[in-house]
């Protein structure tokens, strides 16, 4: 017996895809625009809501297509206004989603895996393993969760979400297609309309797919870097005995030159109590990024169950940034948001079904979200 083909989810297609698809079922390139309007700058999800789409191509779509978004289930609010969700994806598995507001800014910390197999020391996600890659569907769903939880769909409205960070779950250049066209269509004017300066894609290191990412894109480039030299990151980071940081530091060179704007990196350095918070540390590191069009984002480590780590003290973190600072590297040190809900840097887990059985290592650190009701 035959089963009936998949619908084809329209919410995750980059305009030349929706363009591509229209075409394919022939009709007219002009109606990815007339569609891409309706889903993300009007927020429908059923074709019968498209009034100026003719009845005979609603009927159609209906038939082959859907707009669906991931199903959220919990969502939690800090004491200081920082929102999380935990959404399920296809398949059970959940992942983590933050907006973090700061006066006019409010930024969505989006993730891009169920999981992480990169495995770096100071993050709960790679302690979860990693199950799969998200869609795009899934990926540009994140943000449509946190525009509707405001009211009416608004997708411009500054006050909803101003700046969108690849920083949640996952590694995003491992996930390279979905992410490039989530950010597109964050950045399309027929979508949600986004400056290429306020979508930010974070890295590790992956450093054959950031200079892939410069040929097609120019959004902002943040490197998770959190150690000055080889020896140290490879413990923090093991993606660095791939990509050393002197190959990660040419990768991002030649992607600002690509930019062709006066763009800087922005550097991420997570300081943990006595591993590489030390006034040597912050030394070399001032050393290292001397040549680099870059701003340095200090992070204070957020703990998590069975991490073996501890945050930086107060007077080591303000010791490292004068340093840094002195050394003319411009400096800020992150506040560390939504730890009361476990939505802070580090923190964000989900619920990952396993495949790569990591997990099995640690002590788990969040309970079963699987049985939760609706949030």
């Known amino acids: 017996m035959s089963t009936a083909a998949a619908k084809v989810n329209l919410l995750g297609l980059s305009k030349p895809k929706l363009e591509a698809f229209f075409e394919s079922i022939g009709e007219k390139k002009f109606r990815a625009t007339q569609v891409m309007k309706w889903i993300h700058q009007a927020g429908v999800d059923s074709f019968d809501d498209m009034t100026n789409v003719s009845k005979a191509l609603r009927a159609k779509l209906e038939a082959i297509a859907e707009i669906r978004e991931p199903e959220v289930v919990l969502e939690d609010i800090s004491s200081d206004g920082t929102r999380k969700w935990v959404i399920r994806m296809e398949g059970g598995s959940s992942v983590e989603t933050v907006l973090i507001p700061d006066g006019e800014r409010k930024t969505l910390c989006v993730s891009s895996q169920v999981g992480c197999s990169l495995n770096c020391s100071f993050c709960s996600t790679g302690k979860q393993g990693f199950n799969r890659n998200l869609t795009a569907a899934e990926i540009i769903g994140q943000l449509r969760v946190a525009i509707k939880s405001f009211g009416p769909f608004e997708p411009k409205d500054p006050r909803r979400v101003t700046n969108v960070v690849l920083m949640g779950m996952g590694e995003p250049l491992m996930n390279f297609e979905p992410v490039v066209d989530a950010m597109s269509l964050m950045m399309e004017d027929n979508a949600y309309g986004l400056s290429k300066r306020r979508v930010t894609l974070s890295t590790a290191g992956l450093v054959p797919a950031i200079d892939q990412l410069g040929e097609v894109s120019d959004v902002s480039l943040a490197l998770s870097l959190h150690a000055p030299n080889d020896e140290l990151r490879n413990e923090l980071v093991p993606l660095n005995k791939r990509y050393p940081i002197s190959e990660l530091m040419a ?5 600002l030159d690509r930019c062709n704007d006066k763009r800087v990196a922005t ?3 997570t300081l943990i109590d006595g591993v590489n918070d030390r006034p040597e540390h912050a030394h070399e590191l001032v ?5 680099l069009p870059c701003k340095l984002n200090l992070i204070p480590f957020n703990p998590f169950p069975n991490s073996g780590y501890r945050r930086a003290k107060k007077a080591a973190i303000e010791q490292f940034r004068s ?13 560390t948001r939504g730890d009361d809900i476990d939505a802070a840097c580090g923190q964000l887990v989900g619920q990952v079904d396993d495949r790569t059985r990591r997990s099995q290592k640690y002590i788990p650190v969040k309970q079963d979200l699987s049985a939760a009701g609706p949030g």
């Not at 990768?251 to 992607?255: G, P």
């Open 267 to 269: 550097v991420e350095y």
């Open 251 to 255: 990768a991002t060179r030649r992607y």
């Open 323 to 335: 340093i840094t600072t002195r050394g003319g590297v411009i400096t800020t040190v992150r506040s």
């Open 287 to 291: 050393a290292l990024l001397r040549d």
